[in-house]
């Protein structure tokens, strides 16, 4: 009987040119750990904010200044003034002189035949409040009843303002409005309050904006990305500056004691980016973005900023 002989291989650990597989291997892998490295430098980079300003160890600087007057006791509660989106210039979204609580009681409704978007504004007894559809409203804060009435024929999306006797409101295109419809002029507008009789009105791009009124100017951002300052009393333009993208945010005044100089407003884009602009000029001043996911780019900032304690606090739709 034959006997089968063990068989044993032995593989050459050299290649033909004579390199060790081994050498080629470690080769291979340090230039994958490199790759690797270099690739998530990149992401990180793409994931930080840019232009980011600002101190975590230096004392917030508190500003004292206000925009309203402060009520008397002697308003009642359902009267107070809230004379704008945000309360203040700042959008503070805080009346320190309103004092209230659970439980609350209905005192009226007012049935303002549509959707409403964004709220009323409330000042010398008057509410004022705009529905989707572009009608206009001013009611009487106390009791709900309607004192005025103005149908725009253009959509709405935004809080008016109101400051020494005047209302002031922004409007998109003409209505329906279709979603993902950019095209069409809105208008700004001051209207007596007191009587609704159109003071003056200034034809725009559309309009998302809740405009802002302070120290004698109205300021808007328009659908096109431009910010729009024009003269409270008789709408004529103090100035335009364009930013990135299309704005559906509301501009947001910072004061001299919150930005250490001139006065700013601030106000976001679609793009991704908030902008400091000289309340005077226009001039931009500073710019801050927000994440960048890996290149898919930069989400809006639909929502409005709050300036107070010398920061800038504004949310974005990337969460």
């Known amino acids: 009987m034959k006997l089968e002989q063990p068989l ?57 200044t206000t925009t309203t007057t402060t009520p008397t006791t002697t308003i009642a509660p359902i009267a107070m003034p809230w004379p704008t989106y945000g309360f203040d210039a700042g959008r503070t979204h805080w009346n320190p002189s309103l004092r209230h609580r ?25 509410l004022f409040v705009a529905n989707l559809r572009g009608h206009f409203f001013a009611v009487d804060a106390t009791t709900g009843k309607r004192l005025w009435h103005k149908p725009t024929r253009h959509c709405s999306a935004a809080s008016p303002a109101i400051a020494d006797g005047i209302v002031y409101a922004a409007f998109m295109q003409k209505y329906p409005c279709a979603k993902g419809d950019f095209s ?62 299309q704005i559906t945010s509301s501009p947001t005044y910072a004061d001299a004691t919150q930005t250490g100089s001139t006065p700013a407003i601030v106000i976001g884009t679609n793009g991704g980016s908030v902008y400091s602009l000289d309340a005077k000029t226009g001039a931009v001043r500073w710019r801050a973005q927000s994440n960048d996911r890996l290149g898919s780019g930069r989400e809006y900032f639909y929502a409005t900023a709050t300036v107070a304690y010398g920061r800038v606090f504004i949310g974005n739709t990337d969460g």
């Open 102 to 126: 659970p439980p609350y009681t209905q005192t009226w409704i007012f049935h303002a035949l549509n959707l409403l978007e964004f709220p009323p504004v409330v000042a010398d007894g008057r």
């Open 8 to 64: 044993l291989y032995c593989a050459s650990v050299t290649q033909r040119n004579g390199h060790p597989r081994w050498r080629r291997i470690l080769i291979v892998g340090a230039a994958l750990v490199v790759l690797l490295s270099i690739g998530g430098w990149f992401a990180y980079a793409r994931l930080q904010p840019t232009e980011i300003g600002g101190s975590t160890t230096e004392e917030y600087i508190a500003s004292t």
């Open 184 to 245: 069409g002029n809105g208008f700004v507008v001051a209207w007596d309050a007191a009587t609704g009789r159109r003071i003056w009105s200034v034809e725009t791009p559309a309009l998302e904006t809740s405009p802002l009124v302070v120290d004698g100017a109205v300021y808007v951002g328009g659908w096109d990305g431009t910010v729009f300052a024009f003269d409270a009393k008789t709408g004529a333009s103090l100035w335009k500056t364009q930013t990135d993208a």
